[in-house]
C-alpha cells in the first residue's frame, strides 16, 4: 500500500483528546477522514471547520465507505472484539485501544478475523511508545544488564471516582485496575522477557464504594529458568482532592501524586524505569522524555508504517494475544485462590529487531 492512510476515528471520549492531536500531526501519512459517535453534538464539535472529514452516527454505515483504509477504535473494553472483527472483515486495519480484548477467547477471534482478512491489527499499548521506554527494552536486548532475572512494578497511585460511568459495570470494563493499568505493566512484562510467564499466582480487592472492580492487587509471575515478576498496584494510595475527572492531578501516573517504578534485574546489573520518563542503567541516567503525549503520535505512525511497509507492528495482535492470557489467568487465581499454571514459552515464533518489531514470520 502507498500514498495517504485514510483513518476514521470511532469513539469520542476523554482518551480521543491525546489521539486526535496526534493523528493531525502525522498528516500527509494518516489523514483524519471520518469521526463516529452517538452524539451528534460531539461530532459538530470536534469536526469543527474541517470539510473533508465525514461524520457518522452509525458504525456500520461508516464501515461502508470504501475510501476508509483504518480505523481507531476508542470504544468500552467490551465493544473492542467485536467493533474490531466486524472492521477487519469489513477490510480495514485496526488500532484498538487496550485491553485487547475482555478475555483471551475474544482476542483469538480478533486475531483469527485479522488473519483472514489479511490486514493489520495494532493494539493501543501507547506506554510502550515513550522514548524512555523503548530504550530499556532495546538495552536488555543488547545485554545491558545480563540475562534479565526478575522484574519488580510497583504503582502506587490515588483514585477517588470513576473517569467514565461504564467503568463500574464490570460486564464492560472487565474488573478494575488489572484492566486499566494491569495491562500497561503485564504488557511491558512479557515484552521485556520475550515471552509467557509458566505460572500465574494473584489476590485482588476491591475498597472503593463507587465501582465494584479490584482497586488493589498483588500479582506474581514465574517465568522459565527460575526467573520472576512482581506487580503490586493500588488506587487507594493516599487521600487528596480529585479533580473533576475523579483524578489527582492531571494524571494518576504522574510521580507528582504517585509513584510508578519498574526495577529489571539481571545477572549483571539493574535497570529502573521512572513513571515512563527515565530511565537508569546500573544507578546512571541513560534516558529521559517528556511529560507530553509523543507516545500517540509514535504509536500511530508504527502503525501507519507496518501497513505501508506490508509488516506486522510493534503491539500487533499476535504479540499481545500473551498479554491477554495472563490477565484471564490473573482474575483465575484472584477467584480460586489457586497458581493458574500457563503455556509459558516465546510470545510467537517472528524475527523480531531489537524493539521486538516482527518483520518476518516462518511459515
Given at each position: 500500500?502507498?500514498?495517504?492512510?485514510?483513518?476514521?476515528?470511532?469513539?469520542?471520549?476523554?482518551?480521543?483528546?491525546?489521539?486526535?492531536?496526534?493523528?493531525?500531526?502525522?498528516?500527509?501519512?494518516?489523514?483524519?477522514?471520518?469521526?463516529?459517535?452517538?452524539?451528534?453534538?460531539?461530532?459538530?464539535?470536534?469536526?469543527?471547520?474541517?470539510?473533508?472529514?465525514?461524520?457518522?452516527?452509525?458504525?456500520?454505515?461508516?464501515?461502508?465507505?470504501?475510501?476508509?483504509?483504518?480505523?481507531?477504535?476508542?470504544?468500552?473494553?467490551?465493544?473492542?472484539?467485536?467493533?474490531?472483527?466486524?472492521?477487519?472483515?469489513?477490510?480495514?486495519?485496526?488500532?484498538?485501544?487496550?485491553?485487547?480484548?475482555?478475555?483471551?477467547?475474544?482476542?483469538?477471534?480478533?486475531?483469527?478475523?485479522?488473519?483472514?482478512?489479511?490486514?493489520?491489527?495494532?493494539?493501543?499499548?501507547?506506554?510502550?511508545?515513550?522514548?524512555?521506554?523503548?530504550?530499556?527494552?532495546?538495552?536488555?536486548?543488547?545485554?545491558?544488564?545480563?540475562?534479565?532475572?526478575?522484574?519488580?512494578?510497583?504503582?502506587?497511585?490515588?483514585?477517588?471516582?470513576?473517569?467514565?460511568?461504564?467503568?463500574?459495570?464490570?460486564?464492560?470494563?472487565?474488573?478494575?485496575?488489572?484492566?486499566?493499568?494491569g495491562s500497561h505493566i503485564?504488557?511491558?512484562?512479557?515484552?521485556?522477557?520475550?515471552?509467557?510467564?509458566?505460572?500465574?499466582?494473584?489476590?485482588?480487592?476491591?475498597?472503593?464504594?463507587?465501582?465494584?472492580?479490584?482497586?488493589?492487587?498483588?500479582?506474581?509471575?514465574?517465568?522459565?529458568?527460575?526467573?520472576?515478576?512482581?506487580?503490586?498496584?493500588?488506587?487507594?494510595?493516599?487521600?487528596?482532592?480529585?479533580?473533576?475527572?475523579?483524578?489527582?492531578?492531571?494524571?494518576?501516573?504522574?510521580?507528582?501524586?504517585?509513584?510508578?517504578?519498574?526495577?529489571?534485574?539481571?545477572?549483571?546489573?539493574?535497570?529502573?524505569?521512572?513513571?515512563?520518563?527515565?530511565?537508569?542503567?546500573?544507578?546512571?541516567?541513560?534516558?529521559?522524555?517528556?511529560?507530553?503525549?509523543?507516545?500517540?503520535?509514535?504509536?500511530?505512525?508504527?502503525?501507519?508504517?507496518?501497513?505501508?511497509?506490508?509488516?506486522?507492528?510493534?503491539?500487533?495482535?499476535?504479540?499481545?494475544?500473551?498479554?491477554?492470557?495472563?490477565?484471564?489467568?490473573?482474575?483465575?487465581?484472584?477467584?480460586?485462590?489457586?497458581?493458574?499454571?500457563?503455556?509459558?514459552g516465546s510470545a510467537d515464533?517472528?524475527?523480531?529487531?531489537?524493539?521486538?518489531?516482527?518483520?518476518?514470520?516462518?511459515?
Amino acid at each position: 500500500m502507498s500514498g495517504t492512510i485514510r483513518m476514521a476515528v470511532v469513539g469520542l471520549g476523554r482518551v480521543s483528546k491525546s489521539h486526535l492531536p496526534a493523528l493531525r500531526e502525522l498528516s500527509p501519512k494518516l489523514r483524519l477522514a471520518a469521526l463516529v459517535s452517538r452524539d451528534a453534538e460531539k461530532l459538530r464539535r470536534e469536526a469543527g471547520n474541517e470539510e473533508d472529514v465525514k461524520t457518522y452516527t452509525s458504525y456500520a454505515d461508516m464501515l461502508e465507505n470504501e475510501e476508509i483504509d483504518a480505523v481507531l477504535l476508542l470504544l468500552p473494553h467490551h465493544l473492542h472484539a467485536e467493533y474490531s472483527i466486524r472492521a477487519l472483515r469489513a477490510g480495514k486495519h485496526v488500532l484498538v485501544e487496550k485491553p485487547m480484548a475482555m478475555n483471551s477467547a475474544e482476542a483469538e477471534a480478533m486475531e483469527a478475523a485479522a488473519d483472514v482478512a489479511g490486514r493489520v491489527l495494532m493494539i493501543g499499548q501507547s506506554r510502550r511508545f515513550f522514548t524512555s521506554v523503548m530504550e530499556s527494552v532495546r538495552r536488555l536486548r543488547e545485554g545491558a544488564i545480563g540475562r534479565l532475572i526478575n522484574i519488580n512494578a510497583l504503582l502506587l497511585a490515588h483514585m477517588d471516582k470513576p473517569a467514565a460511568d461504564w467503568w463500574t459495570d464490570p460486564d464492560k470494563i472487565g474488573g478494575f485496575i488489572v484492566p486499566l493499568w494491569g495491562s500497561h505493566i503485564l504488557d511491558y512484562i512479557v515484552w521485556a522477557y520475550g515471552e509467557t510467564p509458566e505460572s500465574v499466582y494473584a489476590q485482588g480487592f476491591s475498597n472503593n464504594p463507587h465501582w465494584r472492580g479490584e482497586d488493589e492487587a498483588a500479582i506474581s509471575l514465574r517465568f522459565a529458568g527460575g526467573r520472576m515478576a512482581n506487580v503490586l498496584m493500588s488506587f487507594n494510595a493516599g487521600s487528596r482532592p480529585t479533580d473533576e475527572e475523579g483524578l489527582t492531578g492531571k494524571r494518576i501516573w504522574s510521580t507528582q501524586n504517585g509513584v510508578y517504578d519498574r526495577y529489571l534485574i539481571g545477572t549483571n546489573g539493574m535497570m529502573r524505569l521512572k513513571d515512563e520518563y527515565e530511565l537508569e542503567v546500573n544507578g546512571a541516567k541513560e534516558a529521559e522524555c517528556g511529560r507530553d503525549a509523543a507516545n500517540f503520535r509514535r504509536q500511530l505512525e508504527e502503525f501507519a508504517d507496518a501497513i505501508l511497509e506490508g509488516r506486522q507492528p510493534l503491539a500487533s495482535g499476535r504479540e499481545v494475544l500473551p498479554v491477554v492470557r495472563v490477565i484471564d489467568a490473573v482474575f483465575e487465581s484472584m477467584r480460586t485462590n489457586r497458581v493458574v499454571r500457563l503455556n509459558g514459552g516465546s510470545a510467537d515464533n517472528g524475527y523480531r529487531d531489537e524493539y521486538g518489531r516482527v518483520t518476518k514470520y516462518e511459515s
